[in-house]
């Protein structure tokens, strides 16, 4: 059976309009999965709920030193385990100050693991060890993201570049807030545009 990996970091929770996008997703990526015959699980990580400490001083000297005895079975390894063991990861996480919420950012510094997630070549260029095919970011806004999506950049380079993962691809419902707008009416075209993608994406 294969594996989609939920990242949630939607923080307002049931509040949330990126969670509302993202549960969508995955109701359309089952049901297209399923029509293919093939089995799929979901795996969903609420980062509203882990108690996910700041990589301080402490923790990475702990860190390199499991790594340097390949101590891969510690606890601190098992969002890196988890993410080389997907086979499509989904991250949701709302348009923030250009970016993500900083619980996304720890998360990921946690997941980037030397000997796990990448390993280097000897000329000191990441290898990528994740094996998924790739990864969907949905993001929404109260205002413009426009071409300011770093959040999404970050993510793709990082996945492309650290971890192997090269195709990824952003959908975002910009602009929810603006006075006049039709909130709804841009959702919908935010879950129009998931069909679309699902539609296209080879698994």
């Given at each position: 059976?294969?594996k989609l ?6 923080i307002r ?49 702990k ?21 080389i ?5 989904l991250?949701g ?20 693991v ?10 000191g ?8 095919e ?14 300011m ?9 990082l ?12 959908i ?15 959702l ?16």
């Amino acid at each position: 059976m294969k594996k989609l990996l939920f990242v949630n970091c939607c923080i307002r929770g049931e509040h949330s309009r990126t969670l509302a996008l993202c549960r969508d997703y995955l109701a359309k990526f089952m049901k297209k999965t399923e029509a293919k015959g093939e089995e799929w699980e979901i795996e969903e990580i609420d980062l509203s709920r882990e108690n996910i400490a700041v990589q301080d001083f402490t923790i990475l000297g702990k860190i390199g030193a499991l790594v340097e005895t390949k101590a891969f079975d510690d606890p601190l390894f098992a969002y890196a385990k988890q993410l080389i063991a997907a086979d499509y990861i989904l991250i949701g996480a709302p348009y923030w100050d250009l970016s993500f919420p900083a619980k996304l950012k720890v998360y990921l510094e946690r997941c980037s693991v030397n000997g796990l997630t990448f390993i280097y070549s000897p000329e000191g260029m990441p290898h990528g060890r994740c094996r998924a095919e790739g990864l969907t970011y949905i993001t929404t806004a109260g205002g413009v993201i426009g071409d300011m999506n770093y959040g999404f950049d970050y993510v793709k380079g990082l996945f492309s570049y650290m971890f192997g993962v090269k195709k990824a691809a952003c959908i975002s419902a910009e602009a929810l807030d603006i006075i006049g707008n039709d909130a709804e009416a841009i959702l919908e075209t935010a879950r129009g545009k998931i069909s679309t993608h699902l539609e296209k994406l080879s698994i």
